[in-house]
C-alpha cells in the first residue's frame, strides 16, 4: 500500500457487535482504512429483563487521553461520532477537532431515547447541536433525532424529512442525511440528502426479514470511510446507502431480541 488511509470513531460499545464502534471499526476496515477509536460509553444488554439497555459513559478525562493518543498521529482522513454519553464528552471531542484542524468529519447525533419520544439526555442533545453540527461535513440524524434537532417532532412524510434536512442544515453542518430507512411508511426504505441547494431521494425496497440493528452506525462509519478514500460527499452518501442495504440483506437473528448487520455484505455480493 502506498499510503494507509486512516478512519476514527468517537463512539460507544456494543457488545452484540452489530452497532456501535464495533460497527464502525467493521466498516472502516472494509473500506480498506486503519480504523482508530475512543470508546465514550459501555452498553449492555440484559436478555433477563427483555433485552433492556444499561449506558455507562467512560469518564470524559479518559476520552480526552483516547484522542490525545489517537491525534498524536496527526489529523485523521476521515472521522465519525456516535453515542457520546455527556456534555462533557461532546465538548472534549469538539475541542479536539478544533485543536487538530480535523477535516471530513462525520456526526452521526446518537439519542439514547426512552420509548419512542424522550430523550434521555437533553443536555447531550442541546451540545451536539450547538458544538458539533458547526464542525461536520455530514450529519447523519435518524428520523427521531432530526425531529429533535429541527425542532419538528415526530416525522413522519417524505415532505417532513425534507424541511427537518432544510433546517438542520442551517445549523451549520454543510450536509445532512435524514435516515428514514424502514420507519417510514410505505414498502421502501427512504433516506433523504440535501447539501443546502440539492435534495436526493435514496430508496430501496425494504428488506425482509429486516436484520438492521446497527444500520445507522453502519451507513454514517460508511460515508466515514467513502471519505477518507477521497470520494465527494455526494458520491460516499450513495455508495453508503448500497453498503448498509447490502449488509441488511446479509444480517442474521442473534437472538430473540436483536437481528444485526453484516458489515461484510457488500464485499460479498460483489
Same mark, same amino acid.
Given at each position: 500500500?502506498?499510503? %494507509? %488511509?486512516?478512519?476514527?470513531?468517537?463512539?460507544g460499545s456494543d457488545s452484540s457487535g452489530g452497532a456501535g464502534i464495533q460497527a464502525d471499526l467493521k466498516t472502516f476496515e472494509e473500506y480498506g482504512t486503519y480504523g482508530l477509536s475512543a470508546l465514550t460509553t459501555i452498553v449492555t444488554m440484559d436478555p433477563d429483563r427483555g433485552w433492556h439497555h444499561?449506558?455507562?459513559? $467512560?469518564?470524559?478525562?479518559?476520552?480526552?487521553?483516547q484522542l490525545k493518543t489517537i491525534f498524536a498521529g496527526g489529523p485523521v482522513d476521515a472521522m465519525k461520532t456516535g453515542m457520546l454519553g455527556s456534555v462533557e464528552i461532546v465538548k472534549v471531542t469538539e475541542?479536539?477537532? !478544533?485543536?487538530? !484542524?480535523?477535516t471530513n468529519v462525520v456526526i452521526d447525533p446518537v439519542m439514547v431515547c426512552k420509548g419512542?419520544?424522550?430523550?434521555?439526555?437533553p443536555e447531550s442533545a442541546d451540545a451536539i447541536r450547538d458544538l458539533l453540527l458547526p464542525?461536520?461535513?455530514v450529519a447523519t440524524p435518524n428520523l427521531f433525532e432530526a425531529g429533535v434537532l429541527s425542532g419538528l417532532g415526530k416525522l413522519t412524510?417524505?415532505?417532513?424529512? !425534507?424541511?427537518?434536512?432544510?433546517? %438542520? @442544515?442551517?445549523?451549520?453542518?454543510?450536509? $445532512?442525511? $435524514?435516515? +428514514? +430507512? !424502514?420507519a417510514?411508511?410505505?414498502?421502501?426504505? %427512504?433516506d433523504i440528502f440535501f447539501d443546502g441547494s440539492e435534495y436526493l431521494v435514496l430508496e430501496t425496497a425494504k428488506i425482509e426479514p429486516a436484520h438492521? @440493528? +446497527?444500520?445507522g452506525c453502519t451507513f454514517a462509519a460508511a460515508i466515514t470511510g467513502g471519505l477518507a478514500n477521497g470520494l465527494p460527499v455526494k458520491d460516499a452518501v450513495v455508495k453508503a446507502k448500497d453498503f448498509v442495504s447490502a449488509a441488511i440483506r446479509n444480517g442474521y437473528a442473534f437472538n430473540e431480541y436483536v437481528g444485526p448487520v453484516f458489515h461484510g455484505g457488500y464485499r460479498l455480493e460483489q
Open positions: 500500500m502506498s499510503k %494507509i %488511509i486512516k478512519t476514527l470513531t468517537i463512539a444499561n449506558v455507562y459513559p $467512560v469518564d470524559a478525562a479518559i476520552v480526552a487521553e475541542q479536539a477537532l !478544533k485543536n487538530n !484542524k480535523q419512542e419520544d424522550e430523550v434521555l439526555n464542525l461536520a461535513t412524510t417524505l415532505d417532513q424529512m !425534507k424541511e427537518a434536512a432544510r433546517l %438542520i @442544515h442551517q445549523l451549520g453542518t454543510r450536509n $445532512v442525511v $435524514v435516515k +428514514g +430507512g !424502514k417510514l411508511g410505505g414498502d421502501k426504505a %427512504i438492521n @440493528h +446497527g444500520a
